[in-house]
């Protein structure tokens, strides 16, 4: 157990909805990292806050966005939803950031779009 | 192109024999590389992290090599166990904290 913990575990939803996915980071991490895993493709970085604040942002599409809280829990909102972005969905998590800080991954969301 | 490509891209091996997975990556500038395994439906767990100053580091069973001239890694697992099945990422790090992943050597260990 990474300690870091996501809502929900699945997800079913058709074409054209909107969900939330949540995300709570281990315990004194300030950084959150979202990331999309798509069948047979690799880990692709989404988006990072530290704090609550952005930090960094890869391939997101516009329909998606996501916050941190002063609680430091983060939600990644999805929209518009396509078949395409069935996908699990992972975070992860370090106390800063850093390029030699290992990142703690949850056990992920799996999103299905029907 | 920041690349991580992994070979092979499945393999099948009986329990207690040896096995290597290989990474080559094109990221630059470069600053680690990482060995995760994922079992399925799970997270990614970290295996190793190594510097670019690094050439080997091991954690019980499994040892990461890395050579930052030709841009190369493997992931040496010995005695392997029916737990080791999972899929292997080689996930590099360049300047940035933004990980560069693999798509994975999907292991299966049979009896």
């Known amino acids: 157990d990474s300690g870091v913990t996501q809502t929900p575990k699945h997800l079913i939803t058709a074409t054209g909805q909107r969900v939330t996915l949540r995300c709570s980071p281990r315990?004194?991490?300030?950084?959150v990292y979202w990331y999309q895993q798509s069948l047979d493709q690799g880990l692709q970085f989404l988006i990072h806050y530290y704090n609550g604040e952005e930090r960094a942002k890869g391939n997101i599409l516009e329909r998606f966005s996501a916050q941190q809280f002063p609680d430091l829990h983060s939600e990644l909102n999805l929209s518009s939803l396509e078949l395409g972005d069935s996908a699990l969905y992972f975070c992860?998590?370090?106390?800063?950031?850093?390029?030699?800080?290992?990142?703690?991954f949850g056990p992920g969301t799996r999103l299905t779009v029907l | 192109k920041n690349q991580v490509e992994q070979s092979p891209q499945s393999l099948i091996i009986l329990e207690g024999k040896n096995c290597t997975l290989q990474?080559?990556?094109?990221?630059?500038?470069?600053?680690?590389l990482r060995w995760y395994k994922q079992d399925t439906g799970r997270g990614p767990v970290s295996l190793t992290i190594?510097?670019?100053?690094?050439n080997t580091k091991s954690n019980g069973r499994y040892t990461a090599t890395l050579d930052a001239d030709t841009k190369q890694s493997s992931l040496h697992i010995t005695a392997s166990q029916l737990s080791d099945s999972a899929s292997y990422i080689c996930v590099v790090n360049g300047n940035t904290d933004k990980l560069i992943f693999g798509t994975g050597t999907r292991l299966q260990v049979f009896p």
């Open positions: 315990s004194g991490d300030l950084s």
């Open positions: 190594m510097t670019f100053s690094e």
């Open positions: 992860a998590s370090t106390t800063t950031p850093g390029l030699y800080n290992e990142q703690f």
């Open positions: 990474c080559n990556y094109t990221v630059s500038p470069f600053s680690n």
